[in-house]
Each structure stands twice: as structure tokens, then as C-alpha cells.
């Protein structure tokens, strides 16, 4: 991996083929993007060059090399991460020139220490295959290249949920590459967003995640008995759709929406419905997707009378008294993360709802095929230091700025506006959504923050545009099916495996006892033993959702531990114990009728 080098190859890409050959063999997608991409070969020649310190540099657009003006280790010194910590984290590097930084990373963190390079330009990126061998880095895992799409690169970053628990993620923006153009600081603003996403995402599975599927145990029968949202695929055809969110701009387009509905499809969020109540606009259906117990208060202010024929789709994860105090029709709804992941994949609608609720929405009526959505009280920020509409549990707070919690922004008339990372990581998530389907939708604007891929409309456009009209009859015949869903399923046939778990652990754990006293002589045996356990773990789709914290306090056993100590015998035990208790938990709830079948 030198680089201080005169005497490099005639074509100045020595190690480009067999770098290049292994990507093809591992079937890698940067080697399709790269073959996809148009370049000059000749000038890919022409840009490497020894500049004046002997170091290989890239030629820019204005005749300069990259690092003429500065030599390239002084750029990377900062870049090692914390000893304690570079075993178990990892790096994100936006722009990777001819290879400089990414070699300093390579060579100064452990084999486990993950790297991911984003480089959008092709020719860079063959500038740096070709410089270097990266071969062995490529087929351990330790180093990924990442093709320029949000999409893969947010399935990378998914896959570092150790890194994050047991270590950090940095993002590491190449300064030398950011002499080439305004690209690199896009890409570094996206992989910003896309690891905020992530934390946000990771943060509500480690923390919630017993909780909601939870939930969703306690709700399995009943959603037995409640139906299937499946008879509803693509039955919106014709169909306008109005989601009306709870932002204090629905206040301002309430009376014109009251007085003129069209002949549209409203819908809403549970936690809406007494604000629509207080306006008195009428849902044809709402959805609720909160797990927690908080929304229970809803019903505080909710007149059963104006629910009792709006029927509530919910989220199985969703807290089963909120299910059964609602007052009028109930469906549930499989959303991804929990036992709809991997058990109802086949049977059922398996939703990813996102983090909020109104881009569920976006979602579930886009699967149900209307023919467009309108945006109504879609703020995702607070204008005029307002939270949310009337009617709201928190419609009468006041917001003031805080620079830990808050982010300011500008809406549409050039207005500072506050805003959060959550409210703007749901926002972009709903104009990616946007960017991908056809379908068209438009925002009802009223002061909030921009929605991109949204056409900005007043009330009189709505009406002007027939944003508000369905094809004649469409809308109550899709009301007619929603309704006719509401009857039992038929049930799964699942086989109880919590007495067969017990004897196996039970055998695993007198195997750990022996090998433990003596810890110093047996870590590989202790090692091997405990990842045969993680695997088991993880084998079963029926239990994996409920065990996500119990498989990755397993993996900083076999993957975050570089000596085991006695002490770990008893955090073994302490998971064991979890598990178990998980696993006849879920035998009860759900494998209830088949016990017979247990082994």
C-alpha cells in the first residue's frame, strides 16, 4: 500500500484489474456501477502524475494536483478513532481520492474496524482501486465500497448496529476530494441525514423494541379475530385521498375544508381525531402506529359518538387497551421490526411505517392504489411558534427555541420556522417516498416547512384542479370493502419450541461451567461455544423479533470481547435467562391452541 513512489506502472493503475476482479467475483454492486459509468480511459491516463513531493496526485480540472499545494498525511491525522473503541467501530469516508486516507484508515484501525468509501465520481474511484492493493481488505469485509444511491448506502449503514452499541460510527469527508466540486458535500449532507436516520431508527428498536412487539404479542388474537387488510390491495382506484395531519395549519384551511369537501377519502392519525372532532371535519378511516401507553390519553378528549363508525386500522404494535377502548370498528395493521418481519410476510400487508404517522399513511394508500394524495396540515414544524392545531393534547403550547432540541429552518415565504430531527428525518423519508412512486401529491401549504416532490396548493387550487374529486361512487365502494374486512381470519398453525430451547440451553450451560474454570486455557472453546449459542439464537423467525436485545447483548459476547473473564459466565446466564423467558411468552400469546404439538 506504498504510495511514495516513482516507478508505478505505465497506465499508472498497477493494481486496478486485480482489484477490479475481485469485486466482479464477489458479485459486488459497486463493479455494476462502475461498469455502468462513462469515462475517457485516456484521461484517466493523463490525471496521475508525482507531483513535486514524489507522491502520486490526480491532476484537477484547473492543472493542479490535489495535494501539490499540501502534502496528504497532514489532512488524516485526526482521523484515527479512540483505541479502546477502533475494534468495534466504524468509518464512513465521503471522497477517496488516490487513496490516501483510506490507507491511513486500513492501516492504523484493527481487522474489525468496518470502513464504507462513498466516492461519486467513477474516475476517482478507479484512481484509487488502481493505486493500491485491496484485495484482502475487500474479501475479510473490513472494507466496502459503496455505489452513490441513498438507498444501498442506508442498508450499510443498517448493518452497523454493533458499531453503534459497542463502538462509534464516523463520517469522515475527504477535504482534498472537495476541491473537485460541490458532489462531495452533498454526499456528505446525505450520509449525515442517513446516519441520523439510522440512530433514531436504532435507538427506538434497542430501547422500545421489547415493548412494542410486545404489544403486538398481547394483540396477535385479537388481530386473529379483527381481519386482514389485504382484500384492500389496490382498491383506491379512482380514488382522491386527503391526509390530514394534526400541524396548526389545519386550523387555517379547517372552516374551507368543512364547507367544501369534495367527494375525497380523508383520513387521519388516531391522535387527530379530536382535533378533526373540534373542527368538525369527519374522517372516512384513521390509523394509529404508536406503541406507547401515552396515547391512551387520546380517548381523554375523543366523544366516543364522533369514532363510532370511523374505523381505526392499528398497528399490531400499537398498546392492546387502546385497541379495545376504541370505540368503533378496529383492523390491524403488520408493520415491520416485529413478528410481521418475518411470520406474517406471507399472509399479510407487512408494512414499513416509518416514523410517523402520516407518511403510514403516504404508504398504506399508495399499496390501496388511490389516484393521488393531498397534504393537509403537514407542517413538520412549528410556524409561528405553534406546535400543533386546536384540539390537539399539546394545540396550546408555545414553542420556544432550543438549540439542543430544535433546528431552525425557512419555510416556503423565506420565514425562519423551528423544526427537529425527528419531525425532519420523517420529512425526508416522505420525499423520498415521493421521488420513487408516480404517484402525485400536493400539499395544502400553510407555513410549514417544504415538502420536495409535493406541488404546493391554496384551498382554491384544490377545488379549481378537482384535487378533491373521486370517479362517482369510488369512494364509498372502497368504504363498503374496508368495512366487509372486519371479520376473522383464519389462523396460523405455529409449533411451541420453548421446552426444546430449555433442554438445549440446559446442556450449553453445563458445557460453559466446565469450560470456565479454567477461563485462560479455554477462551477459543468459550468463544466457539458462545457464537454456536448466538446463531441459535437467531434461527428461529418466530422469536427473533422479541429477541433483538438479547442477540446483541449475545453479540458483545462473541464479537465486541477480546478476553472473556469469569464475570461473563454470569452476563451468559443473565441473557439465557431473558430468552427463555421471551421465548415461552411468545408460545403463549401466540402458538396458544398448539400445545399439543410441542415436542
Known sequence: ?????????????????????????????????????????????????DNKF?????????????????????????????????????????????????????????DSHKIIVVEPRPEMLMACLGQSDYKAFIENKKLHFCPPNEDYLYQVIKNLDLQYIYGRIHMRLDIP?????????????????????????????RLRQDIMVGNELQNFQQAMDNGSLMPMKERGTGVAA????????????????????????????????????????????????????????????????????????????????????????????????GMGTFVMQKHELVLDAGGNVSLSLSRLLRWMGVSHIVLAGQDFAWPKDRSHAKGHHAGER?????????????????????????????????????????????????????????????????????????????????MQELNSCCHPRQRLNLVPRSHKWSVSFRNVEKRLSRLFRKVGKNQEEIHKTMGEVEKFIKQDPLYIPYLFNETLDMAGLTRAKQRYEPQDLGEYKRIIKKVLKKVREVDRCVCGENKEQAA
Open 54 to 110: 514524489g507522491l502520486v496526485d490526480w491532476k484537477m480540472d484547473n492543472g493542479n494536483g490535489m495535494f501539490e499545494a499540501m502534502p496528504p498525511f497532514s489532512f488524516y491525522e485526526q482521523w484515527k478513532p479512540e483505541p479502546e473503541k477502533a475494534r468495534t467501530s466504524a468509518s464512513v469516508i465521503i471522497g477517496c481520492n488516490v487513496g490516501y486516507g483510506l490507507n491511513h484508515l486500513l492501516m492504523n484501525t484493527p
Open 242 to 337: 386527503v391526509i390530514l395531519g394534526a400541524g396548526p395549519s389545519l386550523s387555517d384551511h379547517a372552516e374551507a375544508l368543512r364547507k367544501t369537501p369534495g367527494h375525497a377519502l380523508y383520513t387521519t392519525a388516531l391522535q387527530t381525531m379530536p382535533v378533526l372532532q373540534n373542527l368538525g371535519i369527519k374522517p372516512h378511516f384513521c390509523l394509529s402506529i404508536d406503541y406507547d401507553s401515552s396515547m391512551l390519553r387520546t380517548y381523554d378528549r375523543l366523544d366516543p359518538e364522533f369514532a363510532h363508525d370511523v374505523p381505526l386500522i392499528y398497528s399490531t404494535k400499537c398498546n392492546p387497551d387502546l385497541v379495545k377502548r376504541y370505540p368503533g370498528p378496529t383492523l390491524p395493521l403488520w408493520t415491520m421490526g
Open 398 to 478: 408555545k414553542i420556544k427555541f432550543d438549540p439542543k432540541r430544535h433546528q431552525k429552518i425557512k419555510n416556503a415565504h423565506g420565514e425562519e420556522i423551528i423544526s427537529t430531527v425527528q419531525y425532519l428525518t420523517s420529512k425526508r423519508e416522505m420525499e423520498a417516498d415521493i421521488k420513487k412512486a408516480e404517484l402525485p401529491v400536493f400539499n395544502l401549504y400553510g407555513g410549514g416547512a417544504i415538502i420536495e416532490g409535493t406541488h404546493m396548493v391554496d384551498m382554491k387550487q384544490c377545488v379549481t384542479k378537482g384535487l378533491l374529486a373521486s370517479v362517482p361512487g369510488s369512494v364509498e365502494s372502497f
Open 177 to 205: 476530494s472537495q476541491q473537485l466540486g460541490p458532489e462531495y458535500a452533498v454526499w456528505a449532507r446525505k450520509t449525515k441525514h442517513l446516519l441520523e436516520n439510522f440512530s433514531v431508527e436504532l435507538a427506538t428498536l
Open 1 to 49: 500500500m506504498n504510495q511514495n513512489r516513482k516507478d508505478h506502472a505505465m497506465a499508472g493503475y498497477p493494481f486496478l484489474e486485480p482489484n477490479i476482479d475481485v469485486l466482479k467475483q464477489i458479485g459486488h454492486p459497486i463493479h455494476q456501477w462502475l461498469s455502468t459509468q462513462q469515462f475517457d480511459q485516456s484521461r484517466l491516463e493523463e490525471r496521475i502524475f
